[in-house]
């Protein structure tokens, strides 16, 4: 007799459905985060890690970071490492070209001293590392908070988990909430966004003056001073060729600002190629958001980018500060003066709330949201 399937195969089954939210739910409120697995000595990862493609170590990628990324001496494009101390015009015309393509850099030799980069990992890196009724107490979804601790920010929207926790915060233009954040990292977290203010105010400055934009130091300063900040802890899998520690996404704000330890695991779209993010001592790294490729009208690139699951038994922490308008009701599209008969507009004009609810409700895989707003 021909069995008779209840679903047909392409939808999914209701009752494995059902069982994959309960373990999904059971694993959300033990509260113990990826981390926990681990730390329980876990050698097989739960079945809503699993990834039908995870993203794979590129081993053909060498760790020789400095190479232009246009050079004809080596076809394969690496993320630029720019020298923060040379003149002006120099780094207009590097951080354009890099922006404009690959949509990521690294700088060196910049303002920012490699001891605060390093006591802003370390303290995040403790914090993750607490006792695990400690940190506990910051585990949740609630927003409103304004700081929170959880797993995957899309733990319940998206097809298939990461192994990643993650601590994430409002920085400005409201005050942080600093009764929701461990004692342990407060005066780290306070040192980190004034410098991460003070190397953003230099690098939007050049990026305008790469696109040819004249604004007062006030006037840019309205562009970026919302400021969020999302602290990753990828603890090692057992089973990293099952999963994904951070899938595919473009970020939303203009640019983002991060640091990373020595833990190899970022990877940047080039075309069809997945290209690593090497870590750099005393590096910054920065990429371009979806909001300036909307305001820069197309000619800075927001780029794909993932994490891939770690297999090592160190820890990768990583610190990405996201800048937006500090106005999340000011409408915002193009910069007029790049807009021409040659260049017409391609995006049409938005809020920041719009584009951050929409933001907030998809699963971080999947396509940038520019080609929502694109004309
Ligand atoms: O962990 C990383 O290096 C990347 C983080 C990231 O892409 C993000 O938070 O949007
Ligand atoms: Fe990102």
Same mark, same amino acid.
């Given at each position: 007799?021909?069995?008779?399937?209840?679903?047909?195969?392409?939808?999914?089954?209701?009752? @494995?459905? !059902?069982?994959? &939210?309960?373990?999904? =739910?059971?694993?959300?409120?033990?509260?113990?985060?990826?981390? *926990? #697995?681990?730390?329980?000595?876990?050698?097989?990862?739960?079945?809503?890690?699993?990834?039908?493609?995870?993203?794979?170590?590129?081993?053909?990628?060498?760790?020789?970071?400095?190479?232009?990324?246009?050079?004809?001496?080596?076809?394969?494009?690496?993320?630029?490492?720019?020298?923060?101390?040379?003149?002006?015009?120099?780094?207009?015309?590097?951080?354009?070209?890099?922006?404009?393509?690959?949509?990521?850099?690294?700088?060196?030799?910049?303002?920012?001293?490699?001891?605060?980069?390093?006591?802003?990992?370390?303290?995040?890196?403790?914090?993750?590392?607490?006792?695990?009724?400690?940190?506990?107490?910051?585990?949740?979804?609630?927003?409103?908070?304004?700081?929170?601790? @959880?797993? !995957?920010?899309? &733990?319940?929207?998206? =097809?298939?988990?990461?192994?990643?926790?993650?601590?994430?915060? *409002? #920085?400005?233009?409201?005050?942080?909430?600093?009764?929701?954040?461990?004692?342990?990292?407060?005066?780290?977290?306070?040192?980190?966004?004034?410098?991460?203010?003070?190397?953003?105010?230099?690098?939007?400055?050049?990026?305008?003056?790469?696109?040819?934009?004249?604004?007062?130091?006030?006037?840019?300063?309205?562009?970026?001073?919302?400021?969020?900040?999302?602290?990753?802890?990828?603890?090692?899998?057992?089973?990293?060729?099952?999963?994904?520690?951070?899938?595919?996404?473009?970020?939303?704000?203009?640019?983002?600002?991060?640091?990373?330890?020595?833990?190899?695991?970022?990877?940047?779209?080039?075309?069809?190629?997945?290209?690593?993010?090497?870590?750099?001592?005393?590096?910054?790294?920065?990429?371009?958001?979806?909001?300036?490729?909307?305001?820069?009208?197309?000619?800075?690139?927001?780029?794909?980018?993932?994490?891939?699951?770690?297999?090592?038994?160190?820890?990768?922490?990583?610190?990405?500060?996201?800048?937006?308008?500090?106005?999340?009701?000011?409408?915002?599209?193009?910069?007029?003066?790049?807009?021409?008969?040659?260049?017409?507009?391609?995006?049409?004009?938005?809020?920041?709330?719009?584009?951050?609810?929409?933001?907030?409700?998809?699963?971080?895989?999947?396509?940038?949201?520019?080609?929502?707003?694109?004309?």
């Amino acid at each position: 007799m021909a069995t008779t399937t209840a679903h047909p195969p392409s939808q999914p089954d209701p009752t @494995s459905q !059902n069982t994959r &939210l309960q373990e999904i =739910k059971q694993f959300d409120e033990s509260k113990i985060g990826v981390k *926990g #697995l681990v730390d329980r000595g876990l050698t097989t990862i739960p079945s809503f890690f699993i990834h039908p493609n995870p993203p794979e170590q590129n081993p053909k990628n060498s760790p020789a970071a400095n190479v232009d990324p246009i050079s004809k001496l080596d076809p394969k494009p690496t993320i630029p490492v720019i020298d923060f101390s040379a003149p002006r015009s120099a780094l207009v015309d590097q951080l354009r070209r890099a922006s404009s393509s690959l949509g990521f850099f690294q700088i060196i030799n910049h303002s920012v001293p490699p001891s605060s980069i390093n006591k802003i990992l370390g303290s995040i890196q403790q914090f993750f590392e607490l006792p695990e009724e400690k940190k506990m107490e910051y585990y949740t979804r609630d927003m409103t908070r304004g700081a929170a601790y @959880s797993t !995957n920010f899309d &733990l319940y929207q998206s =097809k298939a988990a990461s192994w990643r926790d993650t601590f994430q915060m *409002g #920085l400005s233009p409201n005050p942080p909430k600093w009764e929701n954040v461990p004692v342990t990292f407060r005066e780290a977290v306070a040192e980190w966004d004034k410098q991460v203010a003070k190397i953003s105010e230099e690098v939007m400055g050049i990026l305008c003056e790469g696109l040819g934009l004249e604004r007062s130091d006030d006037e840019l300063k309205e562009l970026w001073d919302g400021r969020v900040m999302a602290t990753h802890y990828y603890p090692y899998c057992p089973q990293a060729e099952l999963t994904a520690g951070l899938t595919s996404h473009t970020d939303p704000g203009l640019l983002t600002v991060l640091v990373q330890n020595e833990v190899l695991g970022l990877q940047v779209k080039v075309g069809e190629e997945w290209v690593d993010v090497v870590p750099v001592e005393g590096a910054i790294v920065f990429n371009i958001g979806d909001n300036f490729q909307i305001m820069s009208n197309d000619q800075y690139k927001s780029v794909e980018h993932r994490v891939f699951a770690n297999p090592l038994r160190n820890p990768r922490v990583s610190i990405a500060v996201f800048l937006t308008p500090g106005h999340r009701d000011h409408l915002c599209g193009p910069f007029p003066e790049l807009i021409s008969a040659e260049k017409p507009a391609v995006y049409r004009q938005f809020t920041l709330s719009d584009y951050m609810a929409r933001f907030f409700t998809k699963e971080l895989d999947g396509k940038t949201l520019t080609n929502y707003y694109r004309i």
